[in-house]
Each structure stands twice: as C-alpha cells, then as structure tokens.
C-alpha cells in the first residue's frame, strides 16, 4: 500500500530502528516507547486492522506473537514481564493503519491499561 507508515518502514523508505525480521514479520522499536522495551511486530503483508484477518491468517497471527515472546526474551523480560498489545480501530486506539502487535516491558502496568 503506497501511502501506508508501516509498508515503507517494511520498504525501507521510511528509517526504523529495526531489531528483526523475517520472510513473513518485521519489527522495529516504537518512535515514542511508553516502557524501555517497546517494539511493533507487523506482517510483511498490508493488512489494515485485526477485522481484516481471516483463516489464512491463522498462523501469520500466531508467528506475530512468537517473535513478540522472543523480542521480550532477548531483552531480559522474559521472566519479569512484559506486555502484547494489539489496538483495533480507532475506538481501540488504532492510529496507524497496518496491522501491528505492541510489545512492552519495563513499564508499570495496572490490569486493565497503561
Ligand atoms: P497504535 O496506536 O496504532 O496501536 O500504535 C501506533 C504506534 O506506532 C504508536 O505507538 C506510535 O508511537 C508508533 N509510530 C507512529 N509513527 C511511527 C514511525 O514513524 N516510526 C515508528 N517506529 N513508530 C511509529
Ligand atoms: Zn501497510
């Protein structure tokens, strides 16, 4: 998608720190990280927001939080603890259009939010 933040960090035509990828994920470290861990994993495909999952997703989804637990493993917060996010539409505080899965740790957590 030509116009999309998260496909020219994919591209390269937009700078990212990025700190993995692979033939179906990339992730790279949030611009404004709310904890000292806080990276995005986003599928390589342009898929806008969770509603635009289908089955043939089921495994991309599934990957998606496997490289999270790694990330959160390769900063040491495996066992302390960490956070997966995933905001859907704007009512869910979606802001950038192309799938993406928050992965946050360092930060104080209440139960609910923030
Ligand atoms: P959302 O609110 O859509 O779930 O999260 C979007 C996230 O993308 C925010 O945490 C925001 O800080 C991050 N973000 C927005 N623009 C950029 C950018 O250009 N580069 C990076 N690395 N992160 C961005
Ligand atoms: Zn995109």
Redesign the pocket.
Known sequence: MADC?FCK?RDGL?P?DIVYQDEQVVA?????PQAPLHD?VIPREHIATLNDLGPEHRELIGHMHLVAARLAREAGFAESGYRTVL?CNRGG????FHL?L?VIGGGRFHLSGG
């Open positions: 933040l960090i937009q990212a790279f470290r949030d611009l404004r995005l905001n505080g979606q802001t950038v993406h928050h």
